[in-house]
């Protein structure tokens, strides 16, 4: 994804300035991953999240080699030494991404274990899933939690498997996190916190999920959505300067002149970037690196606005408490609505909203302002219409 | 369920069998439309049940226990008005808070057991402590025939004149002020001389909010005529709006003002020599007169000036006074000091020219003529005169008649208090709250031996302390006659049926005399019996000389007492109506009037460091009394629903008081809690509160506990205007605001409540919030099982709770710091109002909040009128009244319309740039 972004944005501002190749090792052009879950579900088909296609690459210009691996780079001599033959460059973006993390348990490679990051993993998925039978995702967070509904959705009875004591631990809190493994619960997916993973156990295939506490789960087949890790392999070896992942400047610059890097592959100020925003931003600014035009990343107060599998949540800031830190909660449980601001020194902090996430975006800015909100405490989860003194006259104090 | 009957009520003295006595006391259930409610709809003319304006009502029962109700164009009072609290009498006869049977020590009971017992205790009582030793206690909210019931039955047979009224607390200045000038208490003037005045000068009167349609009656007059008005308030009330002067005197000094006018009038040779003739006293009252220093009232001296020479250069003036004037420790010697000039100079019973004293109750009147005070006789004969007391004795067929005076209000609730007093019947009062000092009051009838209350309700501060409760017919199902402050005599008449076993008082009264053993004196069988014997009285006191002779009104049989149009009194064979005393006739012994030498006295209480606030008290224009009646109405509620203190922008600022801040009031007696209103209307130093909330609807707000029971040596009435206190800001930890569906057990230090269109409003506030928010709201509710919603931040101490039941809202409660900043006036109208946007406080742009209710009748908003003000550019009281109707019916917010207007004006003169945000710190309302 951000290879195709930032590709968009040098072809449209700069259409003749470079002659493009573009590797990829899947077989295919860019899409947008965010939307793999409607796939899985399937409420889409692939064609429908395709963002740029080998059509659109050819249009602009651009040599495709899909489906085939980069080797290595040889950064002395610019080179890229590939499955199907070398191409010399003056600038080289890498855009390696990220692997899945596979939980290295007993069993973890047998057949039947499965991660969830492309269209490739999705559609084995898709291939498993039969009415009736059983499926295992391990890991509860967005992206275990969006294979379980597309599973749950394709008929299969799954059951979460959660390390941790409440869902998305790091987007919600545990109130909110209880609500979203009701919600689960209410789909009839099946949710344990608390797991940990033992081994996964069968003969030829993966058969059943056994827990730490000993507790064994049946599955036909098992999800891993542990996390990721990011990709960099081809890049350390190339002597491409390198710590949890490829170290880039605020120009998106390695330490090795006229490479580059962005994405879920690269290292920003000790930071790794796993969302769509941050992604995007650096793109216009790798872009605008390559067409001279003035620019450099800042990373941006992160706030997570989803929907998962139908719940609306909304996270952003810090939001875990302590002293010197006020809270303001909503709780309407019917409504399953659950609001949380943490404030600081009358700033808002951090946000945690689960249910009805209007206002999000206010509360987000809020947020990254910085700005105080003490005369704004009482109607802060109403939202910005809610704020000012308009209409509020003497009889709005008291009788 | 309690239901009206259709029928006619089922009388006898059988027990109520109900096994739920509390089930005839209270109902919170609405009425039910009755099966039978084809029958035809019928109007009846009767009369308001408030104020002593005494105006004629036309009633329509609609069948199913409501009542339509419009102003009577025929009488004479009126010609149709009515005010937003007579518009609204519709919305009170429910009976939801009646009280139904006879409750004697909490448990429902019948009439026999009931009134035999408060026959047997008098009786008892007297036999062994002396006729003194009893007392009733009753109200100018009786009917002319209850009160002369009462009157006979304590001085003719229980043999005692400690029979005293709610009148001592509002007109016995002027009875003893008219007494002491006329020989007599007599009103000289008639309400149309409000129209044929050239200067109308209202003392101590806000008649625009307490007699609103005599008030219309002048602003009609001035709009035909040009006619003058100078309003001598030290406080600027709705009633100062388009004034030609006002002088915000000193408190208490209207004496010294009318002693300089005399003393002036004198000297420019304004007096009437001829009229002179006529009256005693004049050298010593103009010495005395001369001898008073103006500058105690601290008027300028051209306004001084200037209203000399509006009494100099017009001929017809009438002088109106009220409360200001009656409710001090020197109401009577004002009464005379504004009797003194109407005297020199003749102005007396000529059109359009006289002294004309308005009443607050309906009956005021009829009580001083049938003297039913510990100070008179009967029908303005005298307690001193033997040969008074005899004629009355021989009448009424009793063995004798006190010779001395009763206890006057203030010194009955003393004796009650040390135990003089062993057995007391209060009728339609609530002495609890109204009496000065009357946390101690309500002690003292606390601890008083037996004490019976007839009223309609239960829920009242003084009800609640009763041994016995006898349930009485209210206004609407009772049949009688009022007199009004211009001594009209109108027909109260029942249009609604008797519910559950109530009867009327002098039904009551009468019983208790017939088990008392006195049965002959009390055999009535009707209203109209007692009328007949009334007036027949009235022709023993004409006889003797007495103005008050309604004996030609003897002989009128049930048909006539039925068909009486209002009349007005006298009603003699040589006389009928009219005004008095222009011809120099009065009812002393020589016939002359007396001008009453009087002085300044400043008021009993003195302000000092400790308590440095000069407490003025008073009526609002949309509640009555202690709004037994008027607090049902959702219309009268929203115009002002809390108590309030009215507090200088300086003064609050000194004491660090924030607008909508609570107020704490300390005086030597009490303790009040009140919401601030700062407001430039009163002067520094001093504040204002209203009179009406009670421990019914604030117990933290009775203001009479904070008055002293300080009273006139002449009159007794008590000093209500004028007591002395210290304010300062309520240290409170929360502020609550809260809608109901149902009704509410409201928690904190001080709350307030009020009736809703669909449910009930609260304001609160504490010295500590409770632990737990949800915990102590479900409490207040009564909603153990009902779903909530909490936005809490308690770091702030702020909450907000909203309950469903079934997904229906029913409660919502907000928790703030300070003020809870929200938008009361839209938030009332839940359940209306949509789910979403209720915990944010907030109307929606589409629905806007329509702010403070102004105009009652027409439930118009004072944001819906600025918007009308300000978007349509109106700029008059009539244009806003075509736009938007408000001000079209009763009048009575016209005043408060015109303050808009002015502010909408001066703001766009001021700010020519509307700001965005207008800033809350500044009182954009303070002057409203």
Redesign the interface.
Same mark, same amino acid.
């Given at each position: 994804m951000a290879a195709g972004r930032v590709l968009e944005h040098l072809t449209e501002e700069a259409p003749d300035r470079f002659e493009i190749t573009l590797f990829n090792a899947e077989p295919r052009g860019t899409y947008n991953r965010i939307m793999l879950s409607p796939v899985l579900s399937g409420e889409k088909t692939y064609e429908q999240i395709v963002t740029h296609d080998a059509d659109w690459y050819a249009r602009r210009g651009v040599t495709c080699r899909f489906g085939e691996r980069v080797l290595s780079i040889d950064t002395q001599a610019r080179v890229v030494e590939a499955e199907h033959g070398q191409v010399s460059y003056d600038r080289l973006i890498l855009a390696t991404g990220s692997a899945p993390f596979i939980v290295p348990v007993p069993g973890h490679r047998l057949p039947g274990v499965l991660a969830y990051r492309d269209l490739d993993d999705t559609d084995r998925m898709i291939s498993a899933a039969r009415p009736g039978a059983r499926a295992v995702v391990i890991g509860g967070g967005l992206l275990g939690l969006e294979a379980a509904a597309g599973l749950r959705a394709r008929g299969m009875a799954v059951t979460v498997l959660h390390l941790m004591d409440h869902l998305m631990e790091r987007q919600l809190d545990p109130e909110a996190g209880a609500l979203l493994k009701e919600d689960q619960e209410r789909k009839g997916i099946d949710v344990i916190l608390d797991a940990a993973t033992e081994e996964i156990a069968g003969k030829t295939r993966a058969e059943a999920v056994v827990l730490k506490d000993g507790r064994e789960i049946p599955c036909d087949i098992v999800v891993m959505a542990v996390g990721i890790r990011p990709s960099f392999q081809l890049a350390q070896t190339a002597g491409i300067a390198c710590g949890r992942a490829i170290t880039v400047d605020a120009q998106m610059r390695t330490q090795v002149p006229g490479v580059y890097a962005l994405g879920e592959c690269v290292e920003f100020n000790g930071a790794l970037f796993g969302l769509v925003a941050p992604l995007y931003d650096q793109a216009r600014v790798l872009a605008h690196e390559l067409t001279g035009v003035a620019d450099a990343f800042v990373p941006r107060e992160l706030a997570t606005k989803l929907k998962v599998t139908g719940c609306d949540l909304f996270s952003a800031g810090d939001f875990t408490g302590g002293d010197g830190r006020?809270?303001? =909660? !909503? /709780?309407?449980?019917? +409504?399953r609505?659950y609001k949380r601001l943490v404030?600081e020194r009358g700033r808002l902090i951090g946000a945690i909203i689960y249910g009805d996430v209007t206002g999000a975006n206010w509360l987000h800015q809020l947020i990254q302002e910085g700005r105080d909100v003490s005369t704004m405490?009482? $109607?802060l989860? !109403?939202g910005p219409?809610?704020q &000012? $003194?308009? &209409?509020? @006259?003497? @009889?709005?104090? +008291?009788? | 369920m309690v239901q009206r009957k259709n029928g006619a009520k089922e009388e006898g003295d059988d027990a109520d069998k109900s096994d739920d006595p509390e089930c005839r006391v209270m109902d919170g259930a609405p009425l039910p439309a009755l099966a039978d409610d084809a029958e035809p709809r019928v109007t009846v003319k009767s009369t308001c049940a408030y104020c002593g304006v005494g105006c004629g009502v036309l009633l329509t029962p609609d069948g199913k226990g409501g009542l339509e109700v419009r102003g009577d164009p025929d009488h004479p009072a009126n010609r149709g008005r009515l005010c937003s609290k007579g518009s609204a009498l519709g919305e009170t006869v429910g009976l939801a808070h009646r009280l139904l049977a006879p409750v004697v020590n909490g448990r429902a009971t019948g009439w026999d057991d009931a009134l035999q017992l408060v026959a047997d205790r008098f009786r008892e009582t007297i036999a062994e402590h002396g006729p003194d030793a009893v007392a009733l206690y009753v109200s100018g909210q009786l009917l002319t025939e209850d009160y002369y019931v009462a009157n006979k039955l304590a001085k003719g047979f229980m043999g005692t004149a400690n029979i005293d009224t709610n009148s001592r607390l509002c007109m016995a200045s002027t009875v003893a002020g008219q007494r002491r000038a006329f020989g007599t208490d007599t009103v000289p003037q008639t309400y149309e001389d409000l129209e044929e005045a050239d200067l109308i000068v209202l003392v101590g009167s806000n008649m625009a909010w307490c007699h609103p349609v005599l008030y219309q009656r002048v602003l009609a007059a001035r709009a035909a005529r040009r006619t003058k008005i100078v309003v001598v308030d030290p406080r600027r009330t709705a009633s100062c709006d388009g004034a030609d002067l006002r002088l915000a005197l000193e408190p208490g000094s209207d004496v010294a003002l009318f002693n300089r006018l005399l003393a002036d009038l004198y000297e420019g040779g304004a007096l009437d020599a001829t009229f002179l003739r006529h009256t005693e006293g004049f050298d010593e009252t103009l010495a005395q007169a001369m001898n008073d220093d103006i500058s105690v009232t601290g008027l300028a001296e051209e306004d001084v000036q200037a209203f000399v020479r509006l009494w100099r250069d017009n001929e017809k003036v009438v002088t109106v006074f009220s409360q200001g004037v009656n409710q001090s420790s020197a109401g009577s010697d004002k009464v005379n000091a504004i009797l003194n000039c109407h005297l020199a100079t003749g102005r007396i019973g000529k059109p359009g020219c006289g002294p004309l004293s308005v009443t607050g109750q309906p009956n005021a009147m009829g009580g001083r003529e049938v003297g039913g005070l510990a100070n008179m006789l009967a029908c303005h004969l005298d307690l001193e005169n033997a040969d008074h007391r005899a004629a009355v004795r021989d009448f009424w067929g009793c063995d004798r008649v006190p010779e001395a005076p009763g206890l006057k209000a203030v010194d009955m609730f003393r004796a009650v208090g040390d135990g003089r007093i062993k057995a007391l019947w209060v009728i339609h009062t609530n002495p609890a709250v109204s009496m000065p000092d009357a946390d101690a009051v309500r002690e003292a009838i606390r601890g008083c031996d037996f004490v019976v209350v007839s009223d309609v309700t239960a829920a009242t501060d003084t009800a609640r302390l009763a041994d016995v409760l006898l349930p009485a017919t209210a206004w609407g199902e009772k049949s009688g006659t009022v007199t009004n402050s211009d001594r009209t005599i109108s027909r109260q008449r029942a249009v609604l049926p008797a519910p559950g076993l109530t009867r009327p008082d002098w039904a009551q009264l009468a019983e208790v005399g017939r088990r008392m053993g006195f049965k002959n004196a009390f055999d009535y069988a009707s209203e109209a019996e007692i009328f007949r014997e009334y007036a027949a009285l009235s022709g023993i006191a004409g006889r003797f000389g007495k103005d008050f002779d309604i004996s030609g009104l003897a002989g009128l049989d049930r048909a006539g007492y039925d068909a009486l149009p209002p009349v007005r009194w006298p009603v003699s064979a040589t006389r009928t109506g009219g005004r008095f005393f222009a011809d120099g006739q009065f009812y002393h012994a020589d016939g002359k009037a007396r001008l009453v030498p009087v002085a300044w006295r400043p008021p009993v209480a003195k302000v000092g460091p400790r308590y440095p606030f000069r407490l003025n008290t008073g009526r609002i224009r949309d509640q009555w009394h202690t709004m037994t009646r008027t607090a049902l109405s959702p219309r009268l509620a929203a115009h #002002? +629903?809390?108590p309030?203190l009215e507090i200088h922008p300086e003064d609050a600022a000194d004491l660090g008081i924030g #607008?909508?801040d609570l107020c704490v009031l300390d005086s030597p007696q009490g303790r009040a809690i009140l /919401?601030a209103?700062i407001t430039d209307d009163v002067l520094r130093g001093q504040v204002f509160a209203p009179m009406h909330w009670t421990g019914e609807t604030a117990p933290a707000a009775r203001i009479d506990a904070v008055v002293a029971p300080v009273v006139d040596p002449v009159s007794g009435q008590p000093e209500s205007k004028a007591s002395v206190v210290k304010v300062s800001r309520m240290q409170a930890a929360w502020y609550g605001f809260a809608v109901s569906a149902r009704n509410v057990t409201p928690t904190g230090d001080y709350w307030?409540r009020?009736v809703t269109k669909a449910g009930h409003?609260v304001?609160m506030a504490g010295y500590a919030a409770p632990p737990n928010w949800e915990t102590a709201a479900r409490e207040m509710f009564g909603l153990a099982q009902a779903?909530?919603?909490? #936005?809490?931040?308690?770091?702030?101490g702020?909450a /907000?709770l909203a309950f /469903?039941e079934a &997904?229906r809202l029913v409660a919502v409660l907000f928790v703030?710091p300070g003020? =809870?900043?929200? *938008?009361?006036?839209y938030l009332v109208q839940m359940p209306e109002v949509p789910d979403l $946007?209720l915990?944010?406080?907030? +109307?929606p742009?589409d629905r806007?909040?329509p &702010? =403070?209710v102004v105009c009652a009748c027409f439930d118009v908003g *004072?944001?819906t009128i600025l918007r009308a003000i300000e978007s349509d550019g109106l700029v008059s009281v009539d244009e806003i009244g075509k736009a938007l109707q408000a001000g079209t019916n009763c009048g009575s917010c016209r005043p408060e319309l015109a303050a808009l207007l002015t502010r909408v004006q001066t703001q766009t003169e001021q700010t020519p740039v509307r700001p965005?945000?207008?800033? #809350?710190t500044q009182?954009?309302?303070?002057a409203?």
């Open positions: 006020e809270e303001i =909660v !909503f /709780r309407d449980p019917s +409504a609505i404030l405490r009482e $109607t989860i !109403f219409d809610a &000012g $003194t308009d &209409g509020l @006259s003497r @009889s709005s104090l +008291a009788a | #002002l +629903a809390e309030f #607008l909508a /919401r209103r307030a009020a409003r304001e779903e909530v919603s909490i #936005l809490e931040d308690r770091a702030a702020s /907000r /469903r &997904g703030s003020p =809870v900043a929200v *938008m009361r006036d $946007t915990l944010s406080g907030r +109307a742009a806007p909040d &702010g =403070v *004072m944001n965005t945000s207008p800033n #809350l009182p954009k309302e303070a409203e």
